[in-house]
């Protein structure tokens, strides 16, 4: 049986209850949470689901969202989607960078990793200050799928010397299971 599938996004002030609320109204249309990203935006909470159930399910959830938005004070969207296609090729690979905050440091890394086709699956920020100096510091966390085609080594050297070109302390290495 296909599986049918909605990708939501949700956005309001943070506050207590909002994931519980969510979660009720998925759980009473009788759908599943499959993935989620939840985070604490600035004085915002963001939300991103994957939610799968059968296609009138799916739709009765759908009905739901303008009283939902309206009731939780959340812009609410949805939209349908297919079930991930991964192909066999494709290796997973961790990044990890860590640098002194400036401007443009998603950029230079998803331009890198763009201009060789290699698609970014995941990709996390983080900005803090340094515990005993207070530098504004800036943290990236990417799992990014390389073709088996590609020759690693030479990846990971063009990377490393982008890096140490931006002044940015990274790794690259296999994801792990």
């Not at 939209?79 to 440091?105: A, C, F, M, W």
């Amino acid at each position: 049986m296909q599986k049918n599938f909605l990708v939501i996004s949700a956005l309001g002030e943070d506050r207590p209850g909002i994931v519980n609320e969510l979660a009720k109204l998925i759980a009473e249309t009788g759908c599943s949470i499959e993935d989620s990203r939840m985070t604490v935006l600035g004085g915002d909470f963001a939300i991103i689901l994957l939610v799968e159930g059968r296609w009138n399910e799916l739709a009765k959830l759908e009905a739901g969202f303008p009283s939902a938005a309206r009731r939780l004070n959340l812009a609410i969207h949805a939209k349908r989607t297919t079930p991930l296609q991964r192909e066999s090729n494709l290796l997973p690979y961790t990044v990890e960078v860590v640098s002194i905050d400036h401007p443009g440091i998603v950029h230079q890394l998803a331009n890198f990793f763009s201009s060789r086709e290699i698609n970014i699956r995941d990709l996390t920020t983080t900005s803090y200050s340094a515990t005993h100096t207070g530098t504004p510091m800036f943290q990236v966390q990417m799992t990014i799928d390389i073709s088996a085609a590609i020759h690693i080594a030479r990846l990971r050297e063009e990377f490393m010397d982008l890096c140490d070109q931006l002044n940015l302390d990274a790794i690259i290495e296999p994801a792990k299971a």
